[in-house]
C-alpha cells in the first residue's frame, strides 16, 4: 500500500543527478527553510542522484517522527568520509544504532544524568574561574579562551588531565581533529558520501584528493582517540589519576574483570556553545543591563554566582535560553536513517532515506521574530512562562539519540554566561582607527556552528 503513495513534494531536480547540484554546502537550514515554505509543506523530499533526502521542519512533524517514532528514526547512515576514512566510527553519535550504541550510551546516561551530573560542579567553578582571569588579562582573543575554557573542562572530566596555560598539547590535538571534522562532516561536501563506492578508488588518482586529505585528518583522530586515553593510564598506573570518566570506568571494568580495551570507543563530540553565549550582549546591550541588575541584586558585589543562585536569577535563566535558541549550535544536525519503508501524512518515505536539518526548524516555525535576541519572551511575571516552548526541549535533539550531554552543557553554560555578566562588561570592538566594528554573526559553516565575533569585555 505504501509503494503506491506519492513521496513528499521536493524541488524539481536534474535528470540522474536529482538535486544533487542544488544541494547546500552552507546554512542549509535557510535554504530547506526557503523550499519548504515555497512548497508550502512541512515535509520535503530531495534526490541527491538517487539517495532520499527527507527534511522535516515543523514542531509537529519533528515530534512525531523523532519522539515518537524514535525506534524507527534513530539509525545514523554510513557517513563514509567521516568514519570509514577519517576514523570517527568511535564516536557515540556517529555509532549506527544497535548494541554497540546502546552500551555506550548507558556508560554516559550513568555519569552525565541530571544528578549525577552535578559531580562535576566543582570543576566547572574551578575552569570558570580561569576563563574570567584569562578574558580579564586579555579580552583580545576571546573566542580563543571560550574554546580553551571548553576543551580543558572536557578534559578533565572525561580524562583527569589539567591543561597547560598556554599551548596545551592535548588541547592541541582536540583542535585540529575538530577541524577536520568540521570540514569533514559538511553534508554534500564530500562526493564519497553520495556516492560510497568512491572510497575505494585509488588515492593516487586524479580527483581523489578527498582520500589524501582524510588520510591526514585521520590521524588527528587517531590521535585524539589515543593520546589522551594512553596518559589517563599512565596516571593511573602511577597512581596519580583524579577521578575521571575514562578512570571512573577503567577501574569499574578491572573489578569487573572485563576487558578495559573496550574503553577505548568512549569518546564524545565536544560541542561549543560558549561563543554564541559572548556574541549577545552587543545586539541587546539592554538584556545584558538588566541580567547585570538581577545578578547583583542576588549575589552582591562579594562573590562570585554559584549554582545554589540559579533560582533567584530568573531573567538569567531566560537570557541562558535565549542564547540557545538565537543560535541553534547543532543547526542541521546529525542525520538519522530509515531502513525499512514509512508512510507520513499519506506521503511514502522510502527505506534508505537521510532525515537532516530538524533543529533549526524549531526556532523558525514556533518563535515570532526568531533572528531578534529576546530573553523575556520565556518570561511571564517574571517566572519562566510554561506555555512558551522552552529551547532545551529541541537543542539538544529529541527521542533515542538525545544529546545525553545535554545537562552538563547546559550547567556550564549558564555558569559561564552568569559568571562574565556578573564580572565584565561586553561592548563592541573597535579596530586602531577608533572605529566600532560591528559583529557579523556569521556562522561558519560546520556541524557545529560557530561564529565570528570582535568584542570588548571589561573587567567591572
Ligand atoms: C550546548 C551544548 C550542546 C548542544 C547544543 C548539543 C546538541 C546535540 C545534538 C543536537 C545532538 C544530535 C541529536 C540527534 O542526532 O538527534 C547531540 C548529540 C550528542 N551529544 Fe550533544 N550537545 C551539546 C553538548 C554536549 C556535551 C557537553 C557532550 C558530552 C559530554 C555531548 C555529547 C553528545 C553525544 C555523545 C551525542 C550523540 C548521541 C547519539 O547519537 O546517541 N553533547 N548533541
New binding site residues.
Partial sequence: KQKSLPLPPGPKGWPVLGNLADMPSDRQWETYNRWSKQLNSDIIHLNAAGTHLVIVSSMEAIKEI?EKRSALYSRRPRMPMINELMGWDFV??FMNYGDR?RAN?KL?HEI?NSGAAKQFYPQQHTKRNELLRRIAQDAGDILHHFRYSTGALVLSILYGIEVLPRDDPYLNIAEKAMHGLAIGSLPGKFLVDTFPLLEYVPSWMPGAGFKRQARVWKQHTQDILHVPFAETKRAMARGTAPPSFVSLHLNALAELDSNASALQDQE??I?E?LPWAGSFSPSNPEAQKRAQMEIDAVVGQERLPDFSDEPSLMYVSALVKEV?RWKI??PI??P?YLDVDDEYRRYRIPAGSIYQGP?FTMKFDTFPDPESFKPEQFLLSGKLNPAILDPESF????GQ??????H??MAT?WLTITSILATLEIKKAVDKDGEVIEPSYEYFPGLISQGTIHLWCLAS
Fill in positions: 523523532f557515540v553519535g550504541w550510551c554516559m552525565f564524545s563530540l560541542q556553545p540557545l549550535v547543532v544536525a546529525i538519522h533543529f537543542a539538544f535533539g529529541l539519540r538525545i544529546c545525553p550531554g545535554r552538563l552543557a553554560l
